[in-house]
């Protein structure tokens, strides 16, 4: 990891999914901060330095929509990248609404995070 590396906000309430993100992400030179839920994110103060966050769908208490709502509410204006098990029609609908950039299937392809990470923080449009 590079010094001013970007930070990634990593949103995953399963901590071997949790864990093989930072290391993907580390991989590649980006900071990566590990939240196990909704609450950990929103109390933390460094919030705000997140580069670009990977929030994971279902999650207990509060899902990824909802924690992208709260975030725009917020206004938290880092690019929010989704990851899921099934992205359906109506939730990648939802997540477009919500302004989540982009919503990405489990399990991950190759390479295909860590892209997406890199372009959202970039500022590059999606393809």
């Known amino acids: 990891m590079q010094p001013n590396s970007p930070v990634v906000c990593v949103v995953e309430d399963d901590a071997a999914v949790r864990n093989a993100l930072k290391f993907s992400l580390e991989v590649e030179g980006l900071a990566v901060r590990l939240y196990d839920g909704a609450a950990s994110l929103l ?4 919030l ?3 580069r ?3 929030v994971d769908f279902r999650m207990p208490v509060m899902d990824g929509l909802e924690l992208a709502g709260v975030l725009r509410m917020r206004e938290i204006t880092a690019p929010v990248i989704m990851i899921t098990g ?3 029609r109506d939730l990648r609908l939802r997540a477009e609404k919500l302004g989540v950039r982009q919503v990405i299937e489990k399990p991950l392809p ?3 995070l860590v892209k997406a990470v890199q372009a959202a923080i970039a500022g590059e449009p999606l393809r």
């Open 48 to 50: 705000p330095s997140c």
């Open 52 to 54: 670009c966050l990977v």
């Open 43 to 46: 109390g933390d103060p460094g």
């Open 110 to 112: 190759d390479g295909e």
């Open 86 to 88: 099934r992205a359906t």
